[in-house]
Every structure is written in structure tokens, then in C-alpha cells.
């Protein structure tokens, strides 16, 4: 709650609208997710990457980012009941480890400023490095003796519960409560952080000296609950629904896309971190609801946010009841309290956000993909370098390098040859159509090469699913090697792939039961008379006449 306030008004302060829609964005994800969500650690609220994206598509009114987080849901949640959650799946191991890592890097810096007491600093990554050092000598001394004092306690005060000894019941009741305290203690370390540095600050304020960078005043009142408005008034007549869609255009695929890439990376990465699983269908439901109630209350579209995830998950919060605290201190902010947030500095805030994302950045993945599989390790670079740019950039990068990894396996599945009486072929995988034309060079130069000519086996053990392209490719490749006076024999097939390739009628088609009954068979004859079960020999109707 006390990072929801200030993190949402940065977010909406600077790209597009007022810092109150900031405000109204914070809360009712909160609540949503707590009912509909499966990671127990992702807070939805808005994010400095979604807000530089709707401003895109914005115009600066706040009547377009409405709507726009009302069709934006709308769309995940036609996602959701389509369950087309199994699209987020193609969101790999290596491209979560890279996003987590760079984010890590990119948080932790953002915070830098902050921790300093620098302003100005530009968000983008590159320009805020070069910025920060360029101004280092303009470092405010009270922000960076506190922003540094709270890093240390928080260090101390999760090193201290990592090294507690649980008590035993047995032991003095002065030592449980001890034990209780201190655990309590570390436990709450982010609030009591923030609560330490909120005295001190209002310390130096009483005294008339304030040496330290402060959150400042925030906008009280509550949203009124409506529905968000499909037209909008302007100097020359009423902008129609229609107009404000076009106008949005590409935008309407592109945040609500976006915000699942983003939700779902982060929700994916907590949930391997702390052992749990998520439901990628429901992970759609919970946005789109989110998104679509989060429009009634003058929200714009929201996102699961990095930084405050990885607060909840060092705080340790056990279930996504979490949210109904957040969203509730919010709510009861909004309406009465907004005064207490302007005594917090900015230092403690940083602190906190730093102290939860730096053990988020992971080296050691490097190393292990360098030992178990060298090829996983182009997405994740990929994935971390073009994140230091633009998260979603590097998200969409890295998901798309996997997919063409994945589409080469499949385009070039391995095939093990052996040379004997007969030539026996086994490729290790399904045939799909970008496959057939990698199997029928493999076949083709194995089986005019081999001296003397012999009969080709074709083992189809792993072969569990083959398309019509394949079934085409086969059926040329049966009337390409018979022209060289060859044979070619099937063995092993499932039930699947036979029943296909029976109905396909294939001229010369002819199976085993199992590779020793066509070895002992020598193969097929090349007019197809075989010992086979399984024999066709009439013409094909896949290839032309």
C-alpha cells in the first residue's frame, strides 16, 4: 500500500493524464486478482511501461484511456473463455530468467535517482545510466545517508530471519516471545522501514529543516463508480465510439497483449520461484476483469507490476488475499489518510523496491544453460539485452527467438540412419510439413548412395501425428525411388499415422508390424509385393497423372 501510492503517481503523473487516474488505477486489480488470480505474489496496478504505452494511444485524455482499459479487457476475457491461455505457454524458461534478470537491473538503477535525491532523470534506461553519473556530484547528502541506512537494515533484517532458529515449545515463554518479536520484526521489515524513515522525516519537518526528498501531496477523494463513456465531447461536435476505436487502432491489440506478456512473465517467474503454479486461462479471466471493472472506476489499463510483486513476495504474503490489504489501504488513502504518504522519502521507498529486486537477478542461469543446453542461451540474451531497451521489446524478442528454435526442431527432426542388409531410417520425432522435405533428402541420399543398392526401412515408432503434406512428400518419395528401381518399406507406425496413410491410399504403401519382421521380410519389393499385413498398391490420388 505505501508503494502503490507514490509508484502510481509517477506513473501517471508524467506520460498522460492526471496523477489522480494514477490513483484510481491502484486498486480495483488489487481486488480482482485476489479472487480470480492463481500467483499468490503479482499485484496488478499501473506500470511505468504500460503508461508509456497507452500514452500512445491516449491522445492525453483521459476519456480514450478509459475506454481504452475497458476494450482491452474485453479482449483478454474473450481470450480467457476461448482458453487461449496455451498461446501464453510459448513464454519460455529462458526468456522469463532473462526478464527477470534485466529487470532486476533496470528496477534497481530506477531507484538510484531516488536514493540519491536526483530529479530529472529520464526513465529510459541508457539515458538515466548516463544521466545519474553525469549528476552524481548533485547527490543530496540526506536522501543518500537514509536511502542507504534503510538498504542496510533491510539486508540485516532478512539475513537475521534467514539465520533464525525456530523456537521449540518447550522452551521459557520469554524465548518464544523473543523469538516472536524478532521474527515479527523481519518479517514486517518493509513497513517498518518505511514507518522508521516516515518519523524521521516528520522529525526534520517539526524542526523546520527538511534535508530529505519527500513524496508530497497526493489527491484525496474517491472515483465515482460509472460507466466509462463511448463518445467524448470536443470544440467542433461529439467524438462517435466508432472514431475513438479507429483513432486507438493498433493499440487495441497491442496493451492488452502486452499487459498479459508482462502479468504472465512475472507471475510465471514468482511462481518458480516460491513452487507454485499458475493457470495461464484464468491469468486471462482475472486481466480482463480487472481491466473491464478497473474502467467503471476510471482506471486506465493495468499490468502486473514488477517491483511491487517483488515487495509482496519478500514481505511474505502467503495468498493473493494480499491484494484485498493493498487494495483496501488504498481505498481508505484515497478517502481519508492521503496526508499521512506526504511525509515518506523517496529514499526508504527506493530501498525497499531495491532490496526486493535485487535477489530476482540471477547469474547463475547463464552458467547452467552454458552446461545443459548452449542453443537456450540466444533467447535468453536476447531476452536480456532488448529488455534494458523496452521490456515488451525484449519479452516479444525472446519469445520469438524460442518459437523459431522450437519451428527448426520441428523443420529438421533427427533422423538416425543404419547401414546393413537393409538401409533403416528412424527419425526421432512427429513428421509435420516442414519436415517431409528434410526427411526425403535424408532418405534420397543415404538410398542412392548406399552401394549396393539395398531395401529402405522407414522406422515410424515416434512418429505419433503426420499432417497431409507429409502424406504428399511420402507418396513422391515412394514414386522417386521406385523410378531408381528401390523399395520402401514402413515399420512400427501407431495406429494414428497408419489409419491416415491407409485412407490416403499410397501406391506401393507397405508396413510391418515391427523392424525385425521387415528386416527378415528383406524390406519391400519396389512393384509393392511384400509380406506386409497392411499392402496398397493402386495408383495414389495425391500426385498428379
Not at 552446461?371 to 540466444?378: F, H, I, P
Not at 541420399?445 to 539395398?454: E, V
Not at 502424406?471 to 507406425?493: I, N
Request: aromatic residues 10%; contains cysteine.
Amino acid at each position: 500500500g505505501c508503494l502503490a501510492f507514490p509508484s502510481s503517481e509517477r506513473c501517471a503523473s508524467a506520460p498522460f493524464v492526471p496523477v489522480q487516474y494514477g490513483l484510481y488505477s491502484s486498486f480495483m486489480g488489487c481486488f480482482v486478482y485476489c479472487f480470480l488470480g492463481t500467483a499468490k505474489d503479482v499485484t496488478l496496478g499501473p506500470t511505468a511501461i504500460m503508461s508509456l504505452i497507452v500514452s500512445s494511444y491516449a491522445f492525453h485524455e483521459p476519456v480514450y484511456a478509459i475506454l481504452l482499459a475497458f476494450l482491452s479487457g474485453c479482449i483478454q476475457l474473450a481470450m480467457g473463455l476461448l482458453h487461449l491461455g496455451f498461446l501464453l505457454d510459448f513464454i519460455s524458461c529462458p526468456v522469463i530468467k532473462g526478464f527477470t534478470s534485466a529487470a532486476s537491473i533496470t528496477i534497481s538503477f530506477n531507484q538510484i535517482k531516488n536514493i540519491l535525491g536526483l530529479q530529472g532523470i529520464p526513465r529510459q534506461f541508457f539515458l538515466q545510466v548516463y544521466e545519474t553519473l553525469r549528476r552524481i556530484r548533485e547527490t543530496r547528502a540526506g536522501d543518500a545517508i537514509l536511502g542507504l541506512a534503510c538498504l542496510a537494515a533491510l539486508a540485516g533484517l532478512r539475513a537475521m530471519k534467514s539465520r533464525l532458529p525456530r523456537a521449540a515449545c518447550v522452551e521459557p515463554l520469554a524465548a518464544r516471545v523473543s523469538y516472536l518479536i524478532v521474527w515479527t520484526s523481519a518479517t514486517a521489515r518493509n513497513a517498518l522501514v518505511v514507518l522508521f524513515a516516515g518519523l524521521v522525516a516528520y522529525s526534520f519537518q517539526v524542526m523546520g529543516s527538511q534535508p530529505l526528498t519527500l513524496t508530497g501531496s497526493i489527491p484525496q477523494g474517491l472515483p465515482a463508480f460509472q460507466l466509462p463513456r463511448f463518445s467524448m465531447a470536443a470544440p467542433n461536435g461529439t467524438i462517435p465510439f466508432r472514431s475513438m476505436v479507429e483513432d486507438m487502432g493498433v493499440g487495441l491489440a497491442v496493451v492488452p497483449l502486452v499487459g498479459l506478456l508482462e502479468t504472465v512473465a512475472i507471475a510465471k517467474a514468482f511462481a518458480s520461484q516460491n513452487d507454485y503454479r499458475i493457470d495461464p486461462n484464468q491469468e486471462l479471466l482475472a486481466m480482463g476483469f480487472a481491466n473491464v471493472l478497473g474502467s467503471f472506476v476510471s482506471s486506465y489499463p493495468i499490468t502486473g507490476s514488477f517491483g511491487r510483486t517483488a515487495v509482496n513476495a519478500q514481505s511474505g504474503v502467503c495468498t493473493p488475499a494480499g491484494g484485498l490489504v493493498t487494495g483496501t489501504l488504498v481505498l481508505l488513502s484515497l478517502a481519508y489518510l492521503t496526508s499521512l504518504f506526504y511525509y515518506i522519502p523517496k529514499a526508504a521507498l527506493a530501498a525497499v523496491i531495491i532490496s526486493a529486486v535485487v535477489p530476482l537477478f540471477d547469474a547463475g542461469i547463464f552458467r547452467t544453460l552454458w552446461r545443459v543446453k548452449r542453443l537456450d542461451l540466444v533467447p535468453l540474451c536476447v531476452t536480456f539485452l532488448l529488455c534494458f531497451w523496452e521490456v515488451q521489446y525484449g519479452i516479444v524478442a525472446g519469445v520469438l527467438v524460442s518459437g523459431i528454435l522450437l519451428l527448426y526442431s520441428i523443420a529438421r527432426p533427427p533422423i538416425k540412419v543404419s547401414e546393413g542388409d537393409v538401409l533403416l531410417l528412424q527419425p526421432g520425432s512427429s513428421l509435420h510439413f516442414p519436415a517431409i522435405e528434410c526427411l526425403r533428402d535424408t532418405v534420397c541420399s543415404h538410398a542412392l548412395a548406399a552401394s549396393p543398392p539395398r531395401s529402405i526401412i522407414l522406422d515410424c515408432r515416434h512418429i505419433s501425428s503426420i499432417d497431409y503434406t507429409v502424406v504428399v512428400g511420402l507418396a513422391e518419395l515412394l514414386q522417386e525411388l521406385r523410378k531408381h528401381g528401390l523399395s520402401l518399406a514402413f515399420c512400427s507406425l501407431q495406429d494414428p499415422v497408419l489409419q491416415v496413410l491407409l485412407s490416403a491410399d499410397l501406391e506401393g504403401f507397405q508396413h510391418f508390424p515391427s523392424q525385425e519382421e521387415a528386416e527378415r521380410c528383406g524390406g519391400a519389393d519396389p512393384g509393392g509385393g511384400g509380406a506386409a499385413p497392411f499392402t496398397s498398391t493402386s495408383e495414389s490420388s495425391l500426385l498428379p497423372a
